[in-house]
Structures are given as structure tokens and as C-alpha cells.
């Protein structure tokens, strides 16, 4: 395992400079002798939906999920026995199969594995964490921070998304994953995607942005006027506003393929994860 | 002459005290293995743990000897001959060991004590259940 584990290098004083910004206080050990902390994969992951750092740690990670993981041993000596320890700590996955990476890691399928941390030779501290099936997501519009289904985009602006999983079995889901999205008509929108989805305005018309997610699809109706969009009237670049209902994210028409999932009766995660300041 | 007496008496000295030293040494008679965390077992010829799961194991030598058992400063290693297969490494706790299943499959872990290879366990990685 040491060959394909090159591990992440940790501190024991230290960690990340995000530690002590963050508002998260991680998962203690199953070992009991630090803290795992959760770092978010990027701006759809949904532990951070309401803040920077997350305010909690994910009770499960969604499948292809990215997220990164950081240790910090509890002060004092927790362990004991006067055990020499090198001072680089490592968190390594027990199974590729499960969580591939050594940097970052993205959850592979579901079921439960574990992450263990360790110095040169002792095992220090182990954390278990379940991998769930993704059975909905929400294309949500940066500001006001609300599902969208339909835009309208003013003439060379460009909306920006985030796109968050959802899982029902799961309601504090963790994991970004990788958006992928493809325009109907490139000559009015093109679209990039990845972390977040960016719709551009090219030309005047109608379009719709296929998004998707792992294996579901949603769609989103896109206008693009030949003139300023005015307010009110839409979610135009000028963000100032979502036409949705804001009661789900699925568009009639939009097929989600291997979901059958409405999101009208609203999130699983919305109301759980701990709502932001 | 003297001292080729002297030499002799040692040796048969040696040789007579030769078994007695041996029967003061704990007798090397396999392990008792104690789940202390986590989903795995022990079954009847293996130990078995979860793909992708860790456990935490006591593992502590028996002697067979009955006038000599192993003592706390016998120090007990244990080596995965396929760290592919089954990733084990020492927790903190002195004769703990973490037992983490990296990939489907058999192997076998190597029992050391006092650095001193003394038997094998049979191990093997089995599958998570569907939920």
C-alpha cells in the first residue's frame, strides 16, 4: 500500500492555513487521539453551500465526490506511553476502490471506508466514512442563491452555477462532483463547466444547457436577449433574480435520466445542513 | 591437562543446563487475537475483514510451555505478506494492531516475537454486504 499511497504530508503542529479560519470542528478519531477535518472540493461541494469552510463534517461523501481530508492531533499527550512520534503525519485511503487519491480523494462507490492516519510506523487514528449514490441535484444561481431551471442572459454576460448533489439517504452530503454540461445551440450560450457551470451569452435566442451529474441530467432553459436585461423580468447576469418558484429545480421538460427524482417538495439538504450566518 | 579438564567439565556443564534454559523460555504456541474495534473477525482458521474497512486487533502470543508464558516485554509484530491485499501496521497501544482490508482476497500475516518469526495467521479481505 505504500507504493500507491504517497501520502498527503501533515504537520503535528499545524495544517492547512484554512484551520483556523474554519468554523468546522471536524470528526474526532476513531482512535480518539485527533481530529479529521473536511476540507470542501471545490464551490459545489455541499458542506460548503453556506460557507467558505463548511460548518460541519459530512456524515457521507457522495459517489465521484472530491474532498480533501486534514488531521490534527489533540493537544497534550493524548497518546500515551511515550511513544516517539515522526513528526509527519500521512492520511492515507484503506482502498483505492473506495477513495482514490493521495492529495485530494474522490469517493469511487458506495459503501463505507476508511481513512486512516499515520507517522512512519504506528497507525494513529482511523475514520470511517459512508459513500452514498447521488439521487438529485441543484443548479443554483450564485446570488440570490436559489435552484434554477430557466435564465435569461444578457448579450455577452456570462451566469455562473453552482451544481450540488443531493442524496436522500444522506441529508449532510459531502463531495464536489465534477459537472459536466453541453449547450443545445453554441451559437447563442456555450458553456464551461467543472467546479461550477458558466453559461455565456453568444448570440440572441434560445438555448438549453444540458448539466449532469455523475449519472443524472437536469436542463435549463436559457434566453438571450439582444438587449440589456431588465429588472425583474428574469435571473440575468445582473443576478437580479431567479424566475423559478424557487420550490424545485427540475424543469418540466428536463429529463432526469436514472433519477425520476422532483425536487419540488425541496432539498434534502437545504433545511439540514446547518444553515449558514 | 588441568585446563583440558577444566574445558571438559564446562562443556557437560553447558549441555546439561542446555535444556533446562530452554524449558525456563516460553514455547511458542500461536496467538490470541481480540477484536477491540470495528467490523472483522476471526473465524475458525482466519481472520477476515471488511474491503476498504479498518479494525483494531489485540494480538498476544500463547506459550505452551505451562512453566513459562510470555511475559509484557515480548515484543509481538505482525507483517502482511501482501499489503494489497491486507495493510497492517501497530496502533499506539502496545500489542495493537490496525488491520485495514485494501483489496478483495487472501493472504497471510507473519507473527513475529522478539523479532523472531513464529508462525502465520491466514487472512483474507472479504466484501462489503449491500446495504
Sequence with gaps: MREWLAPLALTLVGCASTCGDSSNPGAIGELGNGNFLYECGGSSDPVCEFNEFGENFPECIAVGGQFDLEYRLLEGDALGGGLELDPLLYIESVSQSFFEGVDEFQAQREGKAAFIVREDEHVLDIIHMQIVAIDDFEIVDRDPATPTAAIEVALGTTETFRVFPRSFACAQLGGAVPIVAESSDPAVVTVSAGDILRVQAQGPGEAVVRVRLGELEKAIDVVVGDGPIEPGSGSGSDGSGSDTDGSGSDTAGSDTAGSGSDTGGGSSSGGSTTGGT | ?131
Design chain 2, 1 to 131: 591437562m588441568q585446563r583440558r579438564n577444566a574445558s571438559t567439565r564446562l562443556s557437560a556443564a553447558a549441555l546439561l543446563a542446555a535444556p533446562l534454559l530452554a524449558g525456563c523460555q516460553p514455547r511458542y504456541d500461536g496467538v490470541q487475537v481480540r477484536f477491540l474495534f470495528g467490523e472483522g473477525q476471526r473465524a475458525h482458521d482466519r481472520i477476515e475483514v471488511v474491503e476498504g474497512q479498518a479494525v483494531v486487533v489485540q494480538v498476544r502470543p500463547l506459550s505452551s510451555n505451562p512453566y513459562e508464558d510470555y511475559e509484557e516485554f515480548d515484543l509481538i509484530d505482525l507483517e502482511a505478506y501482501n499489503e494489497n491485499t491486507l495493510f497492517v501496521a501497530p496502533a499506539p497501544e502496545k500489542d495493537q494492531f490496525v488491520l485495514a482490508g485494501a483489496g478483495l482476497g487472501s493472504t497471510v500475516i507473519r507473527v513475529l516475537v522478539n523479532g523472531d518469526e513464529e508462525g502465520s495467521l491466514d487472512a483474507e479481505v472479504v466484501e462489503q454486504l449491500s446495504r
